[in-house]
């Protein structure tokens, strides 16, 4: 069975007449009557009852009839989702995360997302930035947000957003007391920190103040900015966040700009070189308009 057919079948039981129904398909009429014919014998049924004076439908003739324009109303739709996922109004896009970034800017952009491209589906998949960089590679994810900028044979990455690192530090610190703090003055200090085995940013401190002639007395260890600012919180020692996690937190906490232009938390988009989802390109040209 053609599609071809079908359409053929829908116009001569709309129009009960061969000759209108072949001048509405631009076709001649033999054509038209071979084809009925073809589609009858293949369904082993009459669709039609003709005779020298009228066509009609049978009973079957009829049911097959609103079967087959459920059928084209499908295709129709069918039709319009591919165009619209190829054209990055529809689709699936998997994102990596880490838990900093839903203290940023990317949930608002998400939501934007959602009510601009109701069709484009986003799944969050919350992971550490190395698990996300593997993901990457394997076709898990489509996307990693990632504070670390990678370039390789596989993946690129492009920058979303600036954002510079705060000193957190408990209330009353000695150390809330100036504009802003170089890292050498934090040698003394208590830090939590991130994982580094997980963590590519983790790694960059460690590397930072091993530059500048000391090694972080590092108090605890977490997995996750929330859990730094919370132990920050609680006295526990102070930590090195970007500054776009700071707005939602408690007052008990302080924040001071850290002066190192070589130490960022800058935002990337992390993605396959040879990615093909175009929703993907709709994402990123939608966080591409945030300014800090």
Not at 77 to 100: C, D, P, Q, Y
Not at 111 to 139: F, S, Y
């Amino acid at each position: 069975m053609e599609l071809r057919q079908l359409r053929y079948f829908i116009a001569l039981a709309e129009e009960l007449n061969f000759t209108r129904a072949a001048e509405r398909l631009h076709i001649s009429q033999p054509p038209l009557s071979a084809q009925i014919a073809q589609l009858e014998t293949e369904l082993g049924v009459k669709l039609f009852e003709r005779n020298s004076r009228k066509v009609s439908l049978t009973d079957a003739g009829a049911v097959f009839l609103h079967d087959v324009r459920l059928i084209q109303s499908r295709l129709r739709e069918a039709t319009e989702r591919v165009k619209h996922v190829h054209s990055g109004l529809a689709g699936r896009i998997e994102i990596g995360l880490s838990g900093s970034h839903f203290l940023g800017p990317l949930p608002l952009f998400i939501g934007k997302l959602a009510a601009t491209h109701p069709d484009i589906d986003v799944v969050l998949n919350e992971m550490a930035p190395n698990e996300q960089l593997e993901a990457l590679r394997e076709q898990r994810i489509d996307l990693s947000i990632s504070r670390q900028s990678v370039e390789d044979d596989l993946l690129c990455s492009r920058l979303l957003w600036p954002d510079p690192l705060l000193v957190a530090l408990p209330g009353g610190h000695p150390l809330a007391a100036h504009a802003s703090l170089k890292l050498a003055s934090l040698a003394k200090e208590r830090f939590i920190m991130l994982r580094r085995e997980t963590s590519y940013f983790a790694d960059q401190v460690f590397l930072a103040c091993a530059a500048h002639g000391f090694t972080p007395h590092v108090a605890h260890s977490v997995a996750e900015v929330p859990a730094q600012l919370n132990l920050v919180a609680a006295g526990l020692g102070i930590a090195l966040v970007p500054a776009s996690t700071h707005n939602r937190q408690p007052d008990s906490l302080l924040f001071r700009p850290l002066d190192e232009p070589g130490l960022q938390g800058h935002v990337h988009a992390v993605v396959r070189k040879e990615h093909k989802k175009t929703a993907v390109e709709t994402l990123l040209a939608l966080l591409g308009q945030y300014q800090p």
